[in-house]
């Protein structure tokens, strides 16, 4: 008999959470190029040029990003046309 049959269904604090965690889950750069299609190299630019999503700076050499900043970020970034202006983050 397995043993997933007694489990219940999580609670809806754990699926917050969850939710929660998955949001503050730090993201390299390669990350981002696998889950969102953006290049590691127009991040390295965007990071330079100041224009990119807000950063975490571990060490001189680490920057990591907030799973849920980056969305939001993302999201800011969503426009209708291309003549819309994007808004400052």
Known sequence: MPKDRN???PSKSDVERRKEQSRKALLSRDDIERDYNLTRRWL???????????????????IRYQRGVFEDWLATRTVRSTSDPVKAA
């Open 7 to 9: 489990k219940r269904p």
């Open 44 to 62: 390295e630019l965007a990071a330079l040029s100041g224009d990119g999503p807000p950063m975490v700076r571990l060490s001189r050499r680490m």
